[in-house]
């Protein structure tokens, strides 16, 4: 037997300071969730989670977290333990309600947890119409719904929402769409054919014409459907994410297939208030003008006061607006806080210039 290396640690002094460390946790956790009772207390015991929440201030105590990590663990999965706590501490009294594009198993539901943790209560929903109205009428508190593609640009029926819909954007969330090969078979020897969304098929053509070139391809509504099938059919196979395997009931037989690894979906949090400043915010607008149908010259005179106040401007999608033809909305996402300067002095400017304007959202930009 070899001997044990000189001022190697002893395995059974290491087992005992975890398990001291693990008990200082725990109590630590334990105290912070008495304070976060006493928040909600001193709230009044009828106020309901959504109105105790802040996404701004969960933001800045994780920007906070990020800026303490030293390692070994990485950033995103400190991140991802605090969320969890929060996510724990904030459903003590009520678990924040969030309505999201359903069915159960999709990206969208990953975004939530990634966002908001496990401890809420994740309500799917059919459409993204049907999100948003839940948001409207209360039953939910929050809702997500997808706004933009990496590949595929951005989701017009988000945007036009807004065109009508009074909510807010309370937040963002950046999700790498990880696209895992998902049955109940042990061996890929074994699929016959699988069933996905016609865009993840297509995302993952590249594995799939590589090692399953004789398999059938079966385009689905969703992948959430591709997965249902896929358990319930004996030499099914589905593509999706780790929540859909979880979901139902499937292994993860070959994880990562999708032929890209820079394809991200970015998702809106949407809700009923605007919220204060977080320190490192988007803003994000709706605005028009008399002659949308001018040109560029139009559309330059009427955001001039960006330039002129030092604004960046990140994004701008334009709409018809429904009014009439040739008529069109511009939704612009911009760096800064709507109630800080320069994004307020020049959104003032802006809204001069305007036949139609509505801040959307002023919201904490994306945190990894």
């Known amino acids: ?57 969960e933001a800045d105590v994780l920007r906070r977290v990020l800026e303490r990590n030293e390692g070994p663990l990485r950033d995103e999965e400190m991140l991802r333990l605090f969320r969890e706590i929060m996510s ?31 401890s809420v209560r994740a309500l799917p929903f059919h459409t993204i119409d049907e999100v948003f109205h839940e948001v409207e009428s209360g039953a939910a508190d929050f809702g997500v719904v997808p706004i933009e593609n990496s590949t595929e640009g951005s989701v017009n029926n988000t945007l ?18 990880e696209q895992h090969l998902l049955g109940k078979m042990k061996s890929l020897a074994d699929i016959q054919r699988v069933c996905a969304h016609e865009q993840s098929l ?15 391809l079966i385009g689905m509504s969703s992948n959430a459907a591709g997965a249902r099938r896929a ?10 994410p780790d929540v859909a395997a979880d979901v139902y009931d499937l292994n993860i037989l070959v994880s990562n297939i999708e032929d890209r690894a820079d394809n991200a979906t970015r998702f809106l949090v949407i809700g009923r208030k605007l919220l204060a400043a977080s320190g ?3 803003t994000t607008i709706m605005v028009s003008t008399d002659d949308t149908a001018g040109g560029a010259g139009v559309l330059h005179d009427l955001l ?19 009014r009439k033809n040739w008529d069109y909305v511009f939704f612009i996402d911009l760096e800064g806080h709507a109630e800080e300067s320069p994004v307020k002095e020049a959104l003032a400017e802006l809204e001069k210039r305007s036949s139609l304007f509505r801040i959307l959202g002023a919201y904490p930009r994306a945190i990894i």
């Not at 956790?29 to 109105?51: H, N």
């Not at 036009?160 to 769409?177: N, V």
Request: glycine share 8%.
């Open 1 to 57: 037997m070899a001997e044990k290396k000189a001022n190697a640690p002893d395995l059974a002094e290491i087992r005992t300071r975890i398990d001291d460390i693990d008990a200082k946790i725990q109590a630590l956790i334990s105290e912070r969730a008495r304070f976060a009772q006493a928040v909600g207390e001193s709230k009044g015991k009828l106020v309901s989670a959504v109105d105790y929440y802040r996404p701004e201030r």
């Open 88 to 118: 724990a501490c904030l459903a003590q009294q009520e678990p924040l309600k969030v309505g999201f594009l359903g069915p159960e198993g999709t990206f969208t539901q990953t975004a939530v947890y990634k966002h908001l943790g496990h």
């Open 160 to 177: 036009d929402m807004f065109l009508t819909s009074p909510l807010k954007i309370a937040g963002e969330i950046e999700l790498r769409i």
């Open 202 to 216: 297509a995302q993952c053509r590249g594995y799939i014409r590589e090692y399953m070139p004789h398999v059938e």
């Open 231 to 240: 358990r319930d059919e004996d030499g099914t196979a589905a593509i999706g």
């Open 280 to 282: 490192d915010d988007r």
């Open 304 to 322: 001039s006061p960006l330039a002129e106040h030092g604004v960046s401007m990140t994004r701008i999608e334009s709409r018809p607006s429904g």
